[in-house]
């Protein structure tokens, strides 16, 4: 009989849960009768057993019945049936085809067996045979339920705790971005807000003597596979970064596309999806990069350099009544249709006191919502910078975010969402 | 050839291929979780329609609101076949509807428009908040 304490108490891991309840995870023990019960007697057995709801059929140890309770009652309930069946053999009323398994069958496959069965088998359950088709057990349609909850449950905690403990790993594996930003900087904010918790948008900063590097990365996917996609970008990024070209976003990005492209093989044309080739051979190829902007801060000579990968910029100087969007170059990084030897521009920007600069994945400004369910947009984006101009850098990302929630409303959200801003 | 129709669901676009009356159209938001799967069978039969069509008049109706950095890849495919058709054997006119304040729909617009020069574009504003 199913003992869900015991259920609860399992440990098991993600791929070992399922294998560990089978068919005979729900073996109860039952009466049984065989052809040569009489119809009396069976109903004597189901008036002192009130539990059976399915009573099993042997004959020579192997199951060829079933006997639904109701059922036989009502059956024998109508008129001349006593007399007429009463005395004969039980097997009138059975059912001649129950769902039979095989003690080892797993879970799920019973369950689609079960469904498949429809109403008869929930009710009645099913018999549960060892390898030689001998009769073991029966199982009831209630206790599948039961552990096909419990089963999908523990599934979501296993794989809610996995993510969860991802997300601290990613939090902290930007950590040093985060130090160097409030080293560098004095008036700034960052938000990174993950659609499932991890996600394939990154920021990272990096303080060196005469200024720093910033990067806002958005990585192509979300959740898992885009978190792995950061740890790989960020891999290549350190290496990347070295003394001299720091200076050079334009040539880090070059520099990234191609390890991007050689690690990934994302370099020849076989790696391009067959518009006609079948289902089976794509699921190994991988067309993913970054969309990235890459820049490099000088407060001492009050200047930037930008190079942009399908990320633009968007600047406020302190007289300016509107925002400047500079846009970058229209390829991203590492995809198989950016070529090898691809480069991209760097955009020297002149930065004054009190100059606000913004970078945004897109997150924010593709989301849907509003009562007309339309894209975010640049332009409300910029009308929110300009309104929040006044404020502290801190204080403007919450303001920001607050409207984008408002304007998402009951909309799911499409992608990840990151957010920075910094004054110089 | 057969037309070729896909219902709208919470996360890919209605694909509704009427290839008998050269008309395409693509409407919705276009996030599925593996954009190979659900764009490559589209893709497909837009391939074998261009490759045993010529010399007719295409009209493309794309009301996207919202497609993923995997999904606009896929539609770049898409326009390139289009593209290809459109400057050797069709005419290819590819409307492009957008709401009137949806700017980042239309500049997605204007940079198909740019990059796919032989298709006969136009960017349609509706006000979907009239619609």
Redesign the interface.
């Known amino acids: 009989m199913l003992n869900m304490h015991a259920v609860k108490e399992s440990r098991a891991g993600l791929t070992e849960i399922e294998s560990e309840y089978i068919a005979r995870s729900l073996m109860r023990q039952s009466p049984t009768v065989t052809p040569q019960n009489t119809s009396f007697e069976v109903l004597d057995l189901l008036a002192t057993h009130h539990e059976v709801i399915g009573l099993p059929v042997l004959e020579n140890g192997r199951a060829i019945g079933l006997i639904n309770r109701n059922i036989f009652n009502d059956e024998m309930a109508k008129p001349f049936r006593r007399d007429l069946y009463g005395r004969k053999s039980c097997i009138a009323f059975m059912d001649k085809q129950p769902l039979v398994v095989n003690e080892q069958m797993s879970i799920q496959e019973l369950s689609f067996k079960v469904i498949a069965g429809g109403g008869k088998t929930l009710n009645d359950g099913f018999i549960i045979t060892d390898n030689d088709g001998m009769y073991l057990g029966i199982g009831t349609g209630e206790d599948l339920v039961k552990v096909v909850s419990y089963l999908q449950a523990e599934k979501n905690r296993l794989v809610m705790e996995s993510i969860n403990y991802a997300s601290v790993i990613q939090k902290s594996f930007m950590r040093s971005s985060r130090e160097d930003m409030a080293e560098a900087l004095e008036d700034y904010f960052i938000h990174w807000e993950p659609r499932d918790k991890v996600g394939g948008d990154y920021y990272f900063c990096k303080k060196f003597h005469d200024g720093f590097f910033i990067a806002l990365i958005?990585c192509?996917?979300h959740g898992v596979p885009g978190a792995f996609m950061t740890l790989i970008m960020a891999a290549f990024l350190d290496h990347i970064l070295l003394e001299d070209n720091r200076h050079d976003p334009a040539g880090a990005l070059a520099l990234m596309n191609q390890k991007v492209k050689t690690a990934l093989g994302q370099i020849s044309e076989q790696n391009i999806?067959p518009?006609?080739?079948g289902?089976h051979d794509?699921?190994d190829k991988s067309?993913d990069g970054m969309?990235t902007a890459f820049c490099w801060v000088s407060q001492a000579e009050n200047k930037m350099v930008y190079a942009g990968a399908k990320t633009p910029l968007f600047l406020l100087g302190l007289g300016d009544t509107e925002i400047t969007i500079i846009e970058g170059d229209?390829k991203?990084v590492g995809?198989v249709?950016t070529p090898m030897d691809y480069t991209w521009r760097n955009q020297e920007i002149r930065l004054d006191k009190g100059m606000s600069v913004y970078l945004t994945t897109?997150g924010i400004?593709?989301q849907?919502g509003g009562?007309?369910?339309?894209?975010?947009?640049?332009?409300r984006f910029c009308r929110l910078l300009l309104e929040q101009r006044a404020k502290p850098m801190a204080a403007q990302a919450p303001a920001i975010m607050k409207a984008f929630y408002e304007y998402q409303g009951s909309q799911?959200r499409?992608?990840d969402v990151s957010f920075l801003g910094f004054r110089i | 050839m057969h037309d070729f129709y896909l219902a709208r669901t919470?996360h890919s676009p209605e694909i509704n291929f009427q290839f008998s009356r050269h008309h395409l159209s693509m409407t919705g938001?276009a996030?599925p979780e593996n954009a190979?799967?659900f764009f490559?069978p589209v893709?497909?039969q837009l391939?074998h329609y261009l490759d045993h069509t010529d010399g007719q008049h295409i009209v493309f109706d794309f009301r996207l609101?919202?497609f993923?950095?995997?999904a606009t890849?896929m539609l770049?495919?898409l326009f390139g076949?289009l593209n290809e058709s459109a400057s050797t054997r069709n005419r290819i006119t590819l409307n492009w509807f957008h709401?009137v304040?949806?700017?980042?729909?239309l500049?997605f617009g204007e940079?198909i428009q740019d990059d796919f020069l032989a298709l006969d574009f136009h960017a349609i504003a509706e006000d979907?908040?009239a619609a």
């Open positions: 958005d192509t996917g999806v518009i006609d080739g289902k794509h699921h067309d969309d229209k991203g995809y249709d897109d400004i593709d849907i009562s007309k369910e339309i894209a975010f947009g640049k332009k799911r499409r992608d | 919470s938001e996030y190979n799967d490559l893709l497909g391939k609101t919202y993923n950095s995997a890849k770049y495919t076949l709401d304040e949806d700017d980042t729909i500049e940079g979907l908040a």
